[in-house]
């Protein structure tokens, strides 16, 4: 149940995120994932579609000129906790880390000239 008191549906299906191409590579032979900000934060956003995830890529991190790469997630496979903790309900956020096993498909970030992230290649 959230804050204010409204049932919200508990997110499932395939999710997305975003994560410099580094960091992904660092973890993937671990077993699990977990994103640069996750000890400060405690979960791991995540998007309901590629289109939506351009908002927070370019929001947060166009100025980082590092390569990232989007990890789709299926979160029938993810072990903890995953809610959707505002509205709209398009950002789900899973509060462990990420099973590698969950991870369906690893796609390269596009950008423009600017930095600004345009879109996700194929897996």
């Known amino acids: 149940m959230s804050d204010d008191g409204n049932q919200r549906p508990i997110p499932t299906g395939l999710t ?3 994560t410099p191409k580094e960091v992904w590579e660092a973890q993937k032979a671990s077993g699990s994932y977990q994103p640069e900000a996750f000890v400060d934060e405690g979960f791991v956003h995540t998007t309901n579609d590629l289109e939506t995830l351009l908002i927070p890529a370019n929001e947060y991190y166009s100025a980082d000129d590092r390569p990232y790469v989007c990890l789709t ?6 072990t903890g906790e ?4 505002a509205d709209p309900l398009i950002y789900p956020h899973i509060y462990a880390a990420v099973p590698v096993d969950s991870i369906t498909e690893v796609r390269n970030a596009e950008r ?3 930095g600004a992230f345009t879109g996700f290649g194929p897996p």
Do not use: A
């Not at 995953?82 to 903790?85: A, P, Q, S, W, Y």
């Open 16 to 18: 997305f995120h975003i």
């Open 73 to 78: 997630i299926d979160l029938g496979r993810v």
């Open 82 to 85: 995953v809610r959707f903790d």
């Open 112 to 114: 423009d000239s600017s």
